[in-house]
Structures are given as C-alpha cells and as structure tokens.
C-alpha cells in the first residue's frame, strides 16, 4: 500500500530502531517536520548532525505538541512514564505505536495513560543489531523482516492502515496479531534465545582464567553466535523479561524438561534418540532459509 505523508512525527528515543526508522521516514519522505526527543545529549546531537531529524529535545512538549504520529522507541520500563508526559500534549487523531517486544506490556502500560481520540497501534519490528546508538541504525535494518502489529479491538482501521504503511514504506512484512499470541511466539523465536545467549557466555566469564582465554581463542562458530546475542543492549533486555516474564517461564520450563531428556540421553550412551531430535531439528533450519529469514 502507498504510505501516506505526516505533517510531525516523534519518536522517543533515538537508539538503533528509532534511528533506522528516522531515516526511512527521511528517505522515503514520509514527515514534514521530523522531531527526536532523548535525554541522552550525545544521541541529540549526533542525531542532528547525521541529517535524520530535523530537531532533537529533551522537551516532552516540544516533541510531541502537534504530532500526528508518535512512535515510542525506549525500553519497556519507561513507556509508563512515557505515555504520562506526552498525553497532555497528544492532539486528536493523533497515532501513537511503539517497537516493544512484549505487547501486553505496552497495553497495559500506555493505553490507559493516552488521551480520548488518540489512536495507539501496538507495533514490533522483528529486527535488530546488537550495536546501539543512533550512529548504528540504517534505513536498510527492516528489509524482508516483520513487523507485528497488535491493535487492541476496535482500534481506527485508517490508523492501522497508516502505522501499515509506514512499515510497508521500510521494507517491512506486516503481520496484524493478537497481543497475548505476539508475547507467546516471542518467548520461544526470540526472548527464550537471548536467555540462553546471556547464560553460555555468563558461564564462560565464570570459568578460570586460562580456560576463559582458551574459550575466547578458539571460539567456534556457535559460540561467537551466542556471544553476538548477548552484546545485545541489557536495559532492554532486563525490561522484556520482567514484561514477558509469565510467558519466558512457561517455555523455560518446557525447555528444562527437553534439556533434562537430553541429558539422560547422553549420560546413558542413547545414540539413536541423539540423532533422531537433530534430524527433526534440522528441518526448522531449512524452513527459515525457506521463509527468508536466515
């Protein structure tokens, strides 16, 4: 679909995901007036000097007044502050989404807070790096990937289609989900991965100090994938784990079940159960090549 044109768009926190989104609202033409607020000084500024904003504030009012989109890019533990400073200067018909990774979360958190007539689009671009900062965003990050979109019901369809658009506009795939089923599916693509990640290469800190240097050396393949995914930026992590924390349980538990099998399978010299949960998990791997997400 076209995207269409805002007038002023905000968007709270410049880090990697705002930033990326900046410059596609740039590229592409997208905001009139394109304004970043963040409290850190050296993200405003280098904001401004790279060209993706027109104007970077530490000032809610100034940020927000007159926007027709709003889009939230902080870590989850202050949308609720977030969503009380700008509600009073949130006009009519304005949008509001956001990039969370949970989004009962984000529900629960800024949908009471906003205004009558303000439309909120609960959104999750299912992209990243793990750099930050908005030197580290590009226009490019969203391309083939998805975007998850959770409208609570009877949320403004012309909004929905907008937020759609702007997404479209970056390269995005659109999915409209249910917020609860969103948080399920994350828990296991996506948060049950980084808990992992953190604790191998937690482990490996805790080894003694030759054999951590040995570990750093000779890293093989899989471990530098693990230490890739735990670089990634721990406020936010902290956040979407306290955030998602009934849904994260739920698939650890099932997690330390399989593991305790496998356990049992290598203590007791069971080949054959080996290589028959690798065969069944290799065809995961060709399904997400074959989906284009590898």
């Avoid at 609960?122 to 030197?135: C, K, L, Q, V, Y």
């Amino acid at each position: 679909m076209m995207a269409t044109v805002f007038e002023k768009v905000a968007i709270i926190g410049i880090g990697l995901i705002g930033s990326s989104l900046a410059r596609v609202l740039r590229g592409q033409g997208l905001a009139r007036l394109l304004v970043a607020l963040d409290a850190n000084a050296d993200h405003r500024r280098q904001a401004v000097e790279l060209g993706i904003v027109d104007l970077a504030t530490d000032a809610m009012d100034q940020a927000v007044t007159g926007a027709d989109l709003v889009i939230i890019a902080v870590p989850m533990g202050a949308y609720a502050s977030v969503a009380e400073a700008m509600a009073p200067h949130l006009g009519k018909g304005a949008i509001v989404t956001d990039v969370g990774s949970v989004k009962l979360a984000a529900i629960r958190d800024i949908g009471p807070l906003l205004p009558e007539g303000v439309h909120f689009i609960p959104g999750h671009p299912i992209a990243g790096t793990e750099h930050s900062g908005p030197a580290a965003g590009f226009a490019e990050l969203f391309h083939g990937r998805w975007c998850v979109l959770t409208p609570p019901p009877g949320t403004d369809e012309t909004a929905i289609q907008r937020v759609v658009g702007l997404w479209e506009a970056g390269g995005s795939m659109v999915e409209i989900m249910d917020a609860g089923h969103h948080d399920r599916v994350l828990a296991i693509t996506s948060h049950l991965p980084h808990l992992i990640a953190y604790t191998i290469v937690g482990t490996a800190t805790d080894l003694e100090t030759s054999l951590q240097q040995e570990v750093v050396k000779f890293s093989a393949s899989g471990f530098r994938d693990f230490t890739r995914i735990a670089a990634s930026d721990p406020v936010m992590w902290r956040d979407i784990f306290l955030n998602n924390r009934e849904a994260v349980l739920d698939v650890l538990q099932r997690f330390n079940e399989d593991l305790t099998a496998l356990q049992r399978a290598i203590r007791w010299g069971e080949g054959d159960k080996l290589q028959e949960l690798f065969s069944r998990t290799r065809g995961i791997r060709r399904s997400i090549i074959d989906a284009n997400q590898a």
